[in-house]
């Protein structure tokens, strides 16, 4: 089991930026696929951004090109820099550790079974 927790969240208005980050512990995140996963009031948990532990990484349409997912494996934490924010990227963000036999994070956030306790982003207009 691998304890996750996020930090970096807050109030920011549209256009601007936030550092989301993500303490892992364990021995087991630098090879194992990591995610970011956003859940708006009254909506599904969906997947924003996924890496693995080679680097690779993918994201949800909605964000591509605004959003850079990255991990330091030597310091077992993950981020997620986000830019040019929009009013509808306010969420919660979690941070997932997936199972090792996935290439990435699923779009489906019940395959995963460790979870962060969220961090707030509230974008305003």
């Known amino acids: 089991q691998v304890q996750l927790v996020e930090s970096g969240g807050g109030l920011v208005q549209a256009g601007g930026s936030l550092r989301l980050s993500c303490a892992a512990s364990?021995?087991?995140?630098?090879?194992?696929?990591m995610g970011w996963y956003r859940q708006a009031p009254g909506k599904e948990r969906e997947l924003v951004a996924t890496s693995r532990s080679g680097g690779n990484t993918h994201y949800a349409v909605s964000v591509k090109g605004r959003f850079t997912i990255s991990r330091d494996n030597a310091k077992n934490t993950l981020y997620l820099q986000m830019n040019s924010l929009k009013p509808e990227d306010t969420a919660m963000y979690y941070c997932?550790?997936?199972?090792?036999?996935?290439?990435?994070?699923?779009?489906?956030?019940?395959?995963?079974?460790?979870w962060g306790q969220g961090t707030q982003v509230t974008v305003s207009s």
């Open positions: 364990g021995s087991i995140f630098s090879s194992i696929p």
């Open positions: 997932a550790a997936c199972p090792p036999t996935y290439y990435y994070c699923s779009g489906d956030a019940r395959t995963n079974d460790d």
